[in-house]
């Protein structure tokens, strides 16, 4: 009897929980309330599962070594205008050789320096073994004038990237020290024309030489330093010849110390496929696509089959005034444009259910004064090499958040990883594609979302090098 009761009396309370437990999530669901979240999130198991092998673990290896000899030097280098102009440079060339190869090869980088300072390479957006990324105190000591240092990786990722130094980088990247790295991926289709153009601005002094001043109190409290002569792969006044009708895979990639770029297409239909290296999820309109230093756009554009006898343009609208980059001209002769879809990503996550998801870390973005005249820029109140590093753990989702408290551009780029933004100012963004690099504007709030893969210390920095050089960096320790 009393057993009885007992039984009955639990089995009713049982239910009447249950029935609560219902009433309450059917009426969060109802109310919009983001039920699926609390419920599952808050581990992470869904978002990592959503990451869905975007990209590999581990590099696709051929066995092939790819070699290359590069010897950083002083050089006299003409530019269009006429000008013999003293430049930094890889293996007397500006920009620096074009690295290529394919998935699956190993490229081996036998590097020499010649310069009369210290210097590394860092090869910008590949996911290399840690001891290849070539940041002076983190992964490998500087190379001195005079020394030699073999870089060796296979990378995991096809796509365009870029190499430069990681030493006193505001002087070096400005004084010509940069070079493409594109990665070829054998499955993706083949277009007329597969065309890099670096984008550099250099600030001139009056006798047209490389303004020999860096990390000016003036630059560094700015946005930089921002140059007065455009180039595109190392030349004033780029011309680019195409015939009608071609199809162009154009990779765009940012070496500026600090400029902005806003791409204006003109007349050509400009459709991007791959950003920061991989590929998108969809193309997308690549008019107005802004390109911060560091970044890369590549761009699927088909040029009309009819004859032309006026060139096409591609500027820049970023500030006020438009600056012309490039004069595509129309040769007399046609073209074939190989039809096909544009390539895109068959795995890409869709995290917009991290919205609720508190930031594992979020960076304070600011400067402080330092003596007199200068100021220095901090993440978190400190300069490096005092920034504390954040720790995360491979295979993990994280979301971590850049709040800009200055007034300042700050495109924020972290080695070794590929982030997707998730939200700028609390509005949910959706961008179909990866970055390794993404602007952070004035006071801006900006949401990233990343499942580490690779295990090591990897740099977090500002890319307007006069803001990394004053304090604008810190590092991320994968285990
Ligand atoms: Cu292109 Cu540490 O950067
Ligand atoms: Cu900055």
Same mark, same amino acid.
């Given at each position: 009897?009393?057993?009885?009761? %007992?039984?009955?009396?639990?089995?009713?309370?049982?239910?009447?929980?249950?029935?609560?437990?219902?009433?309450?999530?059917? !009426?969060?669901?109802?109310?919009?309330?983001?039920?699926?979240?609390?419920? !599952? !999130?808050?581990?992470?198991?869904?978002?990592?599962?959503?990451?869905?092998?975007?990209?590999?673990?581990?590099?696709?290896?051929?066995?092939?070594?790819?070699?290359?000899?590069?010897?950083?030097?002083?050089?006299?280098?003409?530019?269009?205008?006429?000008?013999?102009?003293?430049?930094?440079?890889?293996?007397?060339?500006?920009?620096?050789?074009?690295?290529?190869? *394919?998935?699956?090869?190993?490229?081996?980088?036998?590097?020499?320096? @010649?310069?009369?300072?210290?210097?590394?390479?860092?090869?910008?957006?590949?996911?290399?073994?840690?001891?290849?990324?070539?940041?002076?105190?983190?992964?490998?000591?500087?190379?001195?004038?005079?020394?030699?240092?073999?870089?060796?990786?296979?990378?995991?990722?096809?796509?365009?990237?870029?190499?430069? /130094?990681?030493?006193?980088?505001?002087?070096?990247?400005?004084?010509?020290?940069?070079?493409?790295?594109?990665?070829?991926?054998?499955?993706?289709?083949?277009? %007329?024309?597969?065309?890099?153009?670096?984008?550099?601005?250099?600030?001139?002094?009056?006798?047209?030489?490389?303004?020999?001043?860096? @990390?000016? /109190?003036?630059?560094?409290?700015?946005?930089?330093?921002?140059?007065?002569?455009?180039?595109?792969?190392?030349?004033?006044?780029?011309?680019?010849?195409?015939?009608?009708?071609?199809?162009?895979?154009?990779?765009?990639?940012?070496?500026?110390?600090?400029?902005?770029?806003?791409?204006?297409?003109?007349?050509?239909?400009?459709?991007?496929?791959?950003?920061?290296?991989?590929?998108?999820?969809?193309?997308? *309109?690549?008019?107005?696509?802004?390109?911060?230093?560091?970044?890369?756009?590549?761009?699927?554009?088909?040029?009309?089959?009819?004859?032309?006898?006026? /060139?096409?343009?591609?500027?820049?609208?970023?500030?006020?005034? %438009?600056?012309?980059?490039?004069?595509?001209?129309?040769?007399?002769?046609?073209?074939?444009?190989?039809?096909?879809?544009?390539?895109?990503?068959?795995?890409?996550?869709?995290?917009?259910?991290?919205?609720?998801?508190? /930031?594992?870390?979020?960076?304070?973005?600011?400067?402080?004064?330092?003596?007199?005249?200068?100021?220095? &820029?901090?993440?978190?109140?400190?300069?490096?090499? @005092?920034?504390?590093?954040?720790?995360?753990?491979? @295979?993990?989702?994280?979301?971590?958040?850049?709040?800009?408290?200055?007034?300042?551009?700050?495109?924020?780029?972290?080695?070794?990883?590929?982030?997707?933004?998730?939200?700028?100012?609390?509005?949910?963004?959706?961008?179909?594609? &990866?970055?390794?690099?993404?602007?952070?504007?004035?006071?801006?709030?900006?949401?990233?979302?990343?499942?580490?893969?690779?295990?090591?210390?990897?740099?977090?920095?500002?890319?307007?090098?006069?803001?990394?050089?004053?304090?604008?960096?810190?590092?991320?320790?994968?285990?």
């Amino acid at each position: 009897m009393h057993v009885q009761v %007992s039984k009955t009396f639990t089995f009713g309370l049982l239910l009447g929980i249950l029935i609560l437990l219902t009433a309450i999530y059917t !009426t969060a669901l109802s109310l919009g309330l983001p039920a699926r979240d609390w419920l !599952t !999130t808050t581990s992470g198991v869904n978002l990592v599962s959503a990451f869905n092998n975007s990209y590999p673990e581990q590099a696709p290896a051929s066995g092939q070594i790819v070699e290359y000899s590069l010897v950083a030097q002083k050089n006299h280098i003409q530019l269009v205008n006429d000008q013999e102009i003293e430049m930094w440079t890889y293996n007397s060339q500006l920009p620096g050789p074009q690295m290529r190869i *394919s998935l699956g090869q190993t490229l081996k980088i036998n590097f020499t320096n @010649n310069l009369p300072q210290e210097t590394t390479i860092h090869f910008h957006g590949v996911r290399v073994p840690n001891a290849m990324d070539g940041v002076p105190g983190v992964t490998q000591a500087p190379i001195k004038p005079g020394e030699t240092f073999v870089y060796t990786f296979t990378p995991k990722d096809a796509g365009t990237y870029w190499y430069h /130094p990681h030493v006193r980088g505001s002087e070096q990247l400005e004084r010509g020290l940069y070079g493409a790295l594109i990665v070829e991926d054998p499955q993706e289709p083949k277009y %007329s024309q597969d065309i890099v153009w670096m984008l550099d601005d250099l600030r001139t002094g009056d006798d047209g030489q490389v303004y020999p001043y860096f @990390n000016t /109190p003036h630059d560094v409290a700015h946005d930089g330093r921002w140059g007065n002569v455009f180039m595109v792969n190392g030349q004033t006044d780029f011309k680019q010849a195409v015939r009608a009708g071609d199809r162009l895979r154009l990779r765009i990639i940012n070496a500026s110390n600090a400029r902005v770029y806003q791409l204006d297409f003109g007349e050509l239909d400009a459709i991007g496929f791959a950003v920061d290296g991989l590929l998108a999820s969809e193309t997308f *309109s690549a008019q107005g696509f802004i390109v911060a230093p560091g970044n890369r756009l590549d761009v699927d554009i088909i040029i009309p089959a009819i004859s032309r006898t006026r /060139p096409y343009y591609v500027s820049d609208m970023f500030t006020d005034r %438009s600056n012309r980059l490039v004069t595509l001209n129309v040769l007399d002769k046609l073209g074939s444009a190989e039809e096909f879809l544009t390539p895109t990503a068959k795995n890409h996550p869709d995290w917009s259910q991290a919205m609720s998801t508190p /930031p594992f870390h979020d960076y304070r973005l600011n400067a402080q004064r330092r003596g007199h005249m200068q100021i220095q &820029w901090t993440m978190d109140n400190q300069a490096y090499p @005092n920034s504390a590093p954040i720790e995360l753990e491979k @295979n993990k989702f994280y979301k971590l958040r850049f709040t800009n408290e200055s007034y300042r551009l700050h495109p924020m780029h972290i080695h070794g990883q590929f982030f997707k933004v998730l939200a700028r100012n609390g509005q949910p963004v959706s961008e179909p594609y &990866w970055r390794d690099t993404v602007l952070i504007k004035r006071q801006e709030v900006v949401d990233i979302g990343l499942v580490p893969l690779d295990n090591g210390n990897w740099a977090n920095h500002c890319h307007i090098l006069e803001h990394a050089e004053s304090g604008m960096m810190t590092t991320i320790k994968v285990i």
